[in-house]
């Protein structure tokens, strides 16, 4: 176990020799040991910085790697400015012998304890005794600022001479001497300058001039330029166009509505070119369309259930027919309609004979099947030629069983054979070194049971005998029974001991067991011999 044998704190003071103020950080001093030898090699080691009531302040600060010297030690820690305000404070140290783990792995880390105080430091009397300057009254230097308090000179009033530095106004002050952007309104009587740079202007508040084209939006028509309208226009009155040559031009395919001149029948003439209309056919009303326009070349549709059927130049229909009939061609005349017969459908074949109203298999899969009648309890029988009824095959028996099926005989168990002998009551299959055989069943052997003698007794702490009888107990040494048995046993005893009296978990040993005693032995599970009593049994041959 590693312990913490003296710890000593000093303010670090080392310093160039022009003054520099000192860090917050201090070297810690410390002398570490191992079972009372001081420690060597690199260590890691863990800082934690209490209050006097036990609650942490600031980080825990870890070194990695310390050199430790005859168990001498140094480490700088730094636990921040605010954790020292004059209260008391300590120091709680974890070390481990450095085994390559670096400040992350937080394995195999021992606790030193008790906490260490940490002394007051020169610089830090100094620093206690300056919180007695809480005001500048009692400040030695008061009388450097003209006697005034800080308040006067955090008060822009005061300021009486000098010029302020543009350094030391607000980013929201103007500068006379660069750009300036506003983010909120400016009010003014009057602005002097180009306007260039005037943005978000409200065009209502122009009462005066002409404004020229160039500032006008592109989407403003002109009158003495050509204009393309993007979007419909409608005029309230009707416009007058003075150019020579066409007055407009449109670059949409849509109609312009109202200018009649181009429509036949409210139809564009292009819907009439000979290469195809665009006016639906519904508006055909009369005369025939031709065949090879897609028509019928016929005046009507037909009647209801009716086929219709080309004689090559026209459509025709065919006669109505009747429900079930089929409609069978003539060729190029008129096709008819007729009533289904047998001689119309294909006749069956294969493994199947005969009309669809009594077919008859006489196959399988392509192997006959004989014609004549099976007999009762026939099943049907591959003769090498054909399937044909036959009486089912009667099985022949062998192994263990002999006859025929429907009257099997065991002669024989996992091919050893039975004895046909007849068992007498009581009897049982024995093996006889040819065949199982019926025998008498043998009388078991009973060997006599041992004799034994048995000793038990309770033994105090002290070694005395409160239970029992035919033994004697000395009492030698701290946790050690010596039991003599009397008579002594012909052979070594059996021995089980039990612990009563333990207040805290004990075990029983016995050593140097012979016929005639054996020594018990009590023990603490935490090492080390005790006093207990215990009861004990010994069973033996007499």
């Given at each position: 176990m590693r312990r913490l044998a003296a710890i000593s704190c000093t303010a670090l003071l080392t310093a160039p020799a022009s003054a520099q103020p000192v860090t917050t950080a201090f070297t810690y001093q410390g002398q570490l040991a191992s079972a009372g030898v001081p420690a060597e090699g690199p260590h890691d080691l863990r800082f934690r910085l209490y209050t006097a009531g036990g609650a942490q302040i600031g980080p825990t600060l870890c070194a990695d790697d310390v050199a430790v010297a005859?168990?001498?030690?140094?480490?700088?820690?730094?636990?921040?400015?605010?954790?020292?305000?004059?209260?008391?404070?300590?120091?709680?140290?974890?070390?481990?012998?450095?085994?390559?783990?670096?400040?992350?792995?937080?394995?195999g880390y021992t606790t030193l304890t008790p906490r260490q105080p940490i002394t007051a430091t020169p610089h830090a009397s100094y620093a206690i005794n300056a919180a007695a300057a809480d005001t500048a009254l009692s400040a030695t230097n008061a009388t450097q600022l003209g006697g005034q308090p800080a308040s006067f000179y955090t008060n822009a009033t005061n300021l009486t001479t000098g010029t302020i530095a543009d350094t030391r106004l607000s980013g929201n002050v103007p500068r006379l001497n660069t750009s300036n952007t506003f983010t909120a309104a400016v009010s003014a009587p009057s602005f002097a300058g180009s306007g260039a740079s005037l943005t978000s202007l409200n065009a209502s508040n122009l009462s005066a001039g002409t404004l020229a084209d160039a500032r006008l939006s592109g989407n403003v028509a002109l009158l003495n330029a050509a204009q393309i309208f993007s979007a419909p226009k409608t005029f309230s009155s009707a416009p007058s166009f003075t150019a020579a040559g066409s007055p407009f031009t449109v670059a949409s395919t849509s109609l312009v509505a109202n200018l009649n001149a181009d429509l036949l029948d409210g139809l564009s003439s292009g819907a009439f070119a000979p290469a195809a209309h665009t006016h639906a056919a519904s508006d055909i009303t009369s005369g025939v369309l031709p065949a090879a326009r897609g028509g019928t070349n016929a005046t009507s549709i037909g009647g209801a259930g009716q086929v219709a059927y080309s004689n090559g130049t026209s459509l025709l229909f065919s006669a109505t027919g009747a429900p079930g009939m089929l409609l069978r061609s003539t060729g190029t005349g008129a096709p008819t309609w007729t009533t289904i017969s047998a001689a119309d459908l294909p006749l069956p074949g294969g493994d199947v004979n005969g009309p669809y109203t009594a077919m008859l298999v006489d196959g399988l899969q392509g192997r006959p099947v004989a014609s004549n009648a099976p007999s009762a309890g026939d099943v049907l029988s591959w003769s090498g030629v054909l399937w044909a009824p036959a009486a089912p095959p009667t099985p022949t028996l062998g192994g263990d069983v002999a006859g025929a099926a429907n009257a099997a005989t065991v002669v024989g168990l996992r091919g050893r054979p039975v004895s046909g002998t007849s068992p007498a009551a009581g009897q049982v299959l024995t093996w006889t070194g040819t065949q199982w055989a019926p025998a008498a069943l043998p009388s078991p052997s009973i060997t006599s049971p041992e004799t034994l003698r048995l000793i038990r007794g309770y033994v105090s702490t002290l070694g005395g005998i409160t239970e029992g009888a035919g033994f004697t107990v000395a009492h030698p040494a701290l946790g050690e029974y010596d039991i003599t048995f009397s008579p002594a046993f012909s052979d070594r005893p059996v021995i089980a001991v039990t612990v009563e009296d333990a207040a805290a978990p004990q075990i029983a040993t016995f050593t140097a067991l012979a016929n005639g005693s054996v020594t018990i032995r009590i023990w603490q599970l935490s090492g080390g011999a005790i006093d207990s009593g215990f009861h004990f049994t010994a069973v033996g041959p007499p």
């Open positions: 005859a168990g001498q030690f140094a480490a700088l820690l730094d636990f921040g400015a605010s954790a020292f305000d004059g209260q008391q404070r300590f120091v709680e140290v974890d070390v481990r012998a450095d085994a390559g783990l670096d400040c992350t792995d937080a394995t």
